[in-house]
């Protein structure tokens, strides 16, 4: 399961992990229809994408948030994280380091979002 979470990219299905794991939320999909922009004049066209939601409620539920490609999405994961660990973060040349508690490892990612998913994931997988 380490090298899986070391190794997992940033997109929809971390993002999905991380609502699951560190919100302790019920994730579903639901479809929504969208419109092509109108470029030149031309016919709109409608196409159905599958989004991810969580329940907040139950009788309400929001889009999943970009946790591993925005900061500010981010940022909600480590104020979630802090209940149970204090955070290291630093940023190298090349990459971010994040480290959440004493005695985790320190996960590196080329981007500051990725790595706090990444780190937050491995540290609620010990604690269990």
């Not at 070391?6 to 479809?31: P, R, Y």
């Not at 031309?42 to 989004?51: G, M």
């Not at 979630?80 to 959440?100: H, L, T």
Request: proline share 2%.
């Amino acid at each position: 399961m380490i090298n899986e979470i070391l190794n997992m990219s940033a997109g929809k299905d971390l993002d999905i992990l991380i609502e699951q794991k560190i919100f302790h939320h019920e994730v579903f999909t639901k479809e929504a229809t969208r419109k092509t922009s109108n470029v030149n004049k031309r016919k709109q066209i409608k196409y159905t994408v599958k989004e991810a939601w969580f329940m907040i409620t139950k009788y309400s539920s929001a889009p999943v948030l970009s946790y591993s490609t925005n900061i500010q999405d981010a940022f909600m994961v480590v104020e979630k994280m802090s209940e149970i660990a204090n955070i290291v973060m630093w940023q190298e040349p090349d990459f971010w380091v994040v480290k959440f508690g004493i005695g985790n490892e320190s996960v590196k990612a080329n981007t500051a979002p990725l790595a706090i998913c990444r780190a937050a994931l491995l540290t609620v997988n010990r604690k269990v």
